[in-house]
């Protein structure tokens, strides 16, 4: 497999901005005005995820008109600049697409009844945004999320900062599991018994839609490696084996000091942008993994190719902040919110499907499902005004707790001595308590839920309103 050159890429990139045409008008705010918009066409494809046989009806995201013919793009964007993309609906069901982690306009936000309407089969639906912010980011449906992303449409989001180093390749890795049968037929995408606990993981993991992919990079050169965790259950324990690399960026934001990878534990939902230093002798392999659980699995192999570059690691510098307002905490609202079990009940049968059971809540309160006027918010936030989250896991299960629309800062834990940077998710130990810290800078509804998708389609998701 060739070098994957950051020249390349960024002549890749160059390419897809021609062929586009972002046109000028970046408006003030979060909103924009932009011309001939990228084509997503949410489609129906037969793939070969396993040596067992073709899986028929994959989904995916095409650009063109034409049938796709593997996973969802990379999709990049450029820190500040305007994004417009028209979404397609070629599939026989509603969809939506979210943009994960951007802090954008809630009514690009891509939830239907809350921020849009469905996007019908045949139809589509126009999103135009700036993103203000720089960092790894993804792409999904909010519509019976559990079939439709659980069947492919998750694809990675790249928001370039043209102020960033320059490394000598970038490797993008979407992480994701399918359920499939024999001959590599979909089969069911839950276990009741499982969806009341941790979830039910699938029986093929791939990067990129391949088992343990490999790929080339240069020897003796710094590489960074992007990772978006676009699973519906799975935990990974991230680590790597015959390299030093660094940990950059968390979930789109450049931590304060690079540190060195052990352990890292990252959930659905979540990203983490690494920098490994490759070795200098040609076709020497490295191994990056997850190691959660008594079974280790190698997640990508990279291989050393040509001479080498001789880098070095401690070369690498903090990448530049993203701009976050920061909460001020003496004048900062306090809102509980309990993550728990609840009672078993029927769900609201709604058009983006129900798995048919209740069994976790926010606050006591189940989401009934995906209609109108849902429940109540879980609380009512002022424009401008700082608050404080004291999030609770009264479960023995992790919950990666995701909030569309803003970031915050997990200002303290019971469990973690090491805080992270500003975020969208953080992965709630069980019986965890935090406090996450924000700035209710961006006025909508905006939903908050687990990201293992099984809890949040079973009660564990609910929305603040920001007026």
Not at 60 to 73: C, F, N, R, S, V
Not at 111 to 119: G, L, S
Not at 292 to 306: H, M, Q
Request: hydrophobic share 40%; charged share 20%; aromatic share 8%.
């Amino acid at each position: 497999m060739p070098v994957i050159s950051r020249r390349t890429l960024l002549k890749g990139s160059a390419a897809a901005a021609a062929s586009f045409s972002l046109g000028a008008g970046l408006a003030a705010g979060r909103g924009v005005a932009a011309l001939s918009p990228l084509l997503l066409k949410a489609q129906f494809i037969d793939a070969e995820l396993t040596n067992d046989g073709i899986t028929p009806k994959v989904m995916t995201y095409g650009t063109t008109e034409a049938t796709a013919t593997g996973m969802p793009p990379v999709i990049r964007m450029k820190k500040g600049e305007p994004f417009a993309a028209r979404l397609v609906n070629g599939l026989d069901e509603p969809t939506t697409v979210h943009w994960h982690g951007l802090r954008i306009a809630n009514a690009m936000d891509g939830v239907p009844e809350m921020t849009q309407p469905y996007v019908y089969p045949g139809d589509g639906f126009d999103y135009a945004f700036t993103p203000p912010d720089a960092g790894t980011f993804w792409y999904h449906p909010h519509c019976n999320t559990l079939t439709q992303m659980g069947h492919g449409l998750t694809g990675v989001i790249v928001v370039e900062n043209p102020d960033d180093p320059v490394f000598d390749a970038e490797i993008v890795l979407n992480l994701r599991d399918w359920r499939l049968g024999s001959g590599g037929a979909f089969i069911a995408p839950f276990k009741p018994r499982d969806a009341a606990r941790g979830g039910t993981y699938g029986t093929i993991r791939t990067a990129n839609w391949r088992q343990e992919p490999a790929y080339d990079a240069p020897s003796g050169g710094l590489v960074r490696v992007r990772l978006a965790a676009t699973d519906v259950t799975r935990i990974y324990t991230l680590g790597m084996e015959g390299a030093p690399a660094l940990v950059i960026a968390l979930d789109g934001n450049p931590v304060k000091a690079p540190f060195p990878l052990d352990r890292l534990d990252f959930g659905p939902g979540q990203r983490v942008d690494l920098v490994l230093r490759m070795p200098d002798t040609e076709g020497a392999v490295i191994r990056l993994g997850s190691f959660r659980g008594s079974t280790p699995w190698t997640i990508a192999t990279l291989r050393a190719a040509g001479a080498s570059l001789k880098r070095d690691i401690g070369d690498v510098k903090p990448l530049a902040a993203n701009s976050i307002a920061e909460a001020d905490l003496s004048t900062a609202e306090h809102i509980p919110l309990d993550f728990s079990a609840t009672a078993e009940h029927a769900p609201t049968p709604g058009i983006c499907g129900t798995l048919g059971y209740t069994f976790w809540a926010i606050n006591k309160v189940p989401w009934p499902g995906d209609t109108p006027d849902p429940v109540a918010p879980l609380a009512e936030l002022k424009l401008g005004r700082s608050y404080v989250l004291q999030v609770r896991n009264r479960t023995p299960h992790a919950h990666p707790i995701h909030l569309h629309g803003l970031s915050f800062r997990i200002l303290s834990s019971s469990k973690r001595p090491v805080l992270p940077p500003p975020t969208d998710t953080i992965l709630l130990l069980p019986d965890e308590q935090a406090e996450l810290g924000l700035v209710a800078d961006n006025p909508g509804d905006w939903l908050l839920h687990c990201h293992i998708i099984e809890h949040q389609k079973t009660g564990m998701s609910g929305y603040f309103r920001i007026a």
